[in-house]
């Protein structure tokens, strides 16, 4: 079983940055595709960045693309979301999410959320106008 841990998140004013991170228990971390998905209050879970187990690819959101940043430390089992410039339209809880496919790149889209096997707990992040 694979447990994620996200943190970082918090009250920030718009144009401010946070940096999430999301730490994974148990040893196969390199192996797992990760993303980052966000929902708000009364909206559906929506996508907001990817990257492959090797860190070869790499996919974001439109909404998020040049402000929001995606990498992993596969050495500290941990992916990351730098974002800078946020949006009061930003706020939401974010949620890490691992693709374990042994190594293999996601066999669905990494936009999907059912692509994922494991989910955090979420962080919340509030952007002030």
């Known amino acids: 079983q694979v447990q994620l841990v996200e943190s970082g998140g918090g009250l920030v004013q718009a144009g401010g940055s946070l940096r999430l991170s999301c730490t994974a228990s148990?040893?196969?971390?390199?192996?797992?595709?990760m993303g980052w998905f966000r929902q708000a209050p009364g909206k559906v879970r929506e996508f907001v960045a990817a990257?492959?187990?090797?860190?070869?690819?790499?996919d974001y959101a439109d909404s998020v693309k040049g402000r929001f940043t995606i990498s992993r430390d596969n050495a500290k089992n941990t992916v990351y979301l730098q974002m800078n410039s946020l949006k009061p339209e930003d706020t939401a809880v974010y949620y890490c999410?691992?693709?374990?496919?042994?190594?293999?790149?996601?066999?669905?889209?990494?936009?999907?959320?059912?692509?994922?096997?494991?989910w955090g707990q979420g962080t919340q992040v509030t952007v002030s106008s």
């Open positions: 999410a691992a693709d374990d496919r042994d190594g293999s790149s996601w066999h669905l889209s990494p936009m999907y959320p059912t692509t994922y096997d494991y």
């Open positions: 148990g040893r196969s971390f390199s192996n797992y595709n």
């Open positions: 990257i492959s187990w090797s860190g070869g690819r790499i």
